[in-house]
């Protein structure tokens, strides 16, 4: 039996995509915070939270982007093709927010408010734009003859819009949870206060794009409520149900790592069940993994140089985690 060299590679490609998810998702869940904190002491210190690992988190977007090009052409093609305009917003959003890391610190303050229009904008379109595209991804791309066979604006729909809305709400309690484990004093009290309005909002929305999904697409609802399909996604509800529970007590008795852990255990588990829905499409509803993937010798060849790279990246990634661990308090600048 010889090695699924394309089943290894959707394997890679969704870990990349779930680590710029959780580590990406926390940096720009601080941008779409910041009117919640006006002060600017406050936002200097929220800035210096994640001001120095914010640009090492995206390369896990660059990864999952360069794989997906180098092992499914197809999908690359067809999926760019579908989302071009969503895609370009979001890197748009994605230039601001970096410009206004860098800017933000050394404008005048008569300036700053700019910058920090900027990076509040830019936080949201990228993610607003991130949770568009997947809610039209999920909702199928039409191919024809190997080539996307749809409109411009296909991707406008309202379960895009929503998913879109409910991307940001998860990306905010990522932000406000990592806020209560790397600040103290009054900036920590108040991002506890956000957090429990937001553990709220985000299950609201898990709520309704499970009871959507099935709804709009007879083809997830089967997928769901099959043998032996459900015994796999059965679970999946129950650990939402155990997660959202105790990053409700952990608020309650005040703890300040274990809300962020829950809150990645939640944005996990929906990512697992996005993955249930679809596997092994990958262009939904109907190419496979294996339809899409380039020749094996391309495969094989792609595959060794992701295999010295990926290492390299979790190390580089936990090293500076671990230098710029623990709380941070005004004053505190990398810039």
């Known amino acids: 039996m010889g090695i699924d060299l394309a089943l290894i590679w959707a ?57 997906l090009m180098a092992a499914f052409p197809q999908a690359y093609a067809v999926v760019l093709s579908a989302f071009y305009l969503p895609l370009i917003f979001m890197l748009m959003g994605l230039i601001f927010r970096g410009v206004a890391f860098e800017f933000r610190f050394k404008a005048r303050e008569h300036e700053r408010h700019f910058w920090d229009k900027a990076f509040i904008g830019g936080s949201i379109a990228a993610t607003f734009f991130q949770g568009v595209t997947l809610g039209a ?23 895009s819009l929503f998913t879109g809305a409910g991307l940001v709400i998860a990306y905010a309690l990522l932000g406000s949870t990592w806020l209560i484990m790397k600040t103290d004093g009054p900036l920590q009290r108040r991002a506890y206060a956000i957090t429990r309005k937001l553990v709220w909002l985000l299950l609201a929305v898990i709520v309704v794009i499970s009871v959507w999904t099935p709804l709009a697409d007879a083809a997830i609802a089967a997928r769901w409520f099959s043998l032996p399909n459900l015994f796999w996604f059965a679970p999946v509800p129950l650990l939402v149900a155990a997660s959202a529970w105790m990053l409700h007590r952990s608020l309650r008795l005040q703890h300040q790592v274990r809300p962020f852990l829950y809150t990645l255990a939640l944005v996990f588990l929906g990512y697992s069940g996005l993955g249930i829905s679809l596997w092994p499409n990958i262009i939904p509803p109907s190419v496979s993994i294996w339809q899409a ?15 010295l790279i990926i290492p390299v990246i979790l190390v580089y990634t936990v090293w500076a985690y671990y230098v710029f661990r623990g709380k941070v308090s005004h004053g505190e600048a990398y810039h």
């Open 11 to 67: 394997v890679i490609i969704l870990f990349s995509i779930m680590m710029y998810v959780v580590m990406d998702g926390f940096d720009l869940g601080i941008g779409i915070l910041y009117p919640f904190f006006p002060d600017k002491d406050e936002r200097d210190v929220m800035m210096n939270t994640v001001a120095p690992v914010w640009d090492g988190n995206e390369t896990w977007l660059v990864l999952g982007g360069a794989g």
């Open 137 to 159: 991804y999920i909702q199928g791309v039409p191919v024809i003859d190997r080539a996307y066979a749809g409109g411009p604006l296909d991707w406008v729909s309202a379960f």
């Open 293 to 307: 993937a380039s020749p094996p010798q391309s495969l094989g060849f792609t595959l060794v140089g992701a295999l």
